[in-house]
């Protein structure tokens, strides 16, 4: 008996979703290649935000795609369920790259201020991120803004990625340390 992950009517709504964001964002979501949009995501295209991916894309459900700046993403891009990229100033994302569960991707701070005991946001602080090609997010990781990972990383379950990533390498941790030299 063979059990299919995702059945063919699954495919099949999963690449007419991308069809209908490629009609709703025309001009500001650019796919080489038909793609799949999983159940419950979210994109938004805000202002000159833009996406553009370079080949063909898989997003699992609830994943979420917020940009105000620059989205770009290359071939065979996978993301998984309940992850989000948040790009108010740029993120730039290489060619095979897996996203795993729950991680998130923001190259933002809020503005914050604290006056009479009260606190406000106004704003944010950008910073451009970088990840290069090969590499693996796992679960529950996050990626803060500034930040640079080097081709063939794999990037460990709960690893806090604060600061630029050699190539290479095998990191965990919170924040991150180098585990292994690939």
Not at 12 to 18: A, D, E, Q, T
Not at 152 to 157: D, F, I, K, L, R
Not at 166 to 175: E, F, L, M, T, Y
């Amino acid at each position: 008996m063979k059990i299919f992950y995702k059945h063919t009517g699954y495919k099949i709504g999963c690449v007419l979703r991308y069809f209908i964001a490629r009609i709703m964002f025309a001009g500001k979501l650019k796919v080489a290649r038909t793609s799949m949009i999983g159940r419950r995501c979210e994109l938004y295209i805000k202002g000159k935000g833009k996406i553009e991916c370079k080949g063909r894309i898989i997003l699992n459900n609830d994943v979420m795609l917020f940009t105000k700046g620059e989205l770009t993403i290359g071939d065979n891009f996978g993301i998984n369920s309940y992850s989000r990229i948040v790009a108010h100033d740029k993120i730039e994302i290489g060619s095979n790259v897996t996203i795993g569960q729950m991680v998130g991707i923001l190259d933002h701070d809020h503005k914050y201020q604290i006056t009479n005991n009260k606190m406000s946001l106004d704003g944010y602080t950008t910073a451009a991120i970088k990840i290069g090609d090969n590499v693996w997010i796992g679960d529950k990781s996050t990626v803060l803004k500034g930040v640079t990972i080097g081709d063939n990383v794999v990037v460990g379950a709960n690893t806090l990625v604060n600061k630029d990533v050699p190539a290479n390498c095998v990191i965990g941790g919170v924040p991150f340390k180098i585990l292994k030299q690939l």
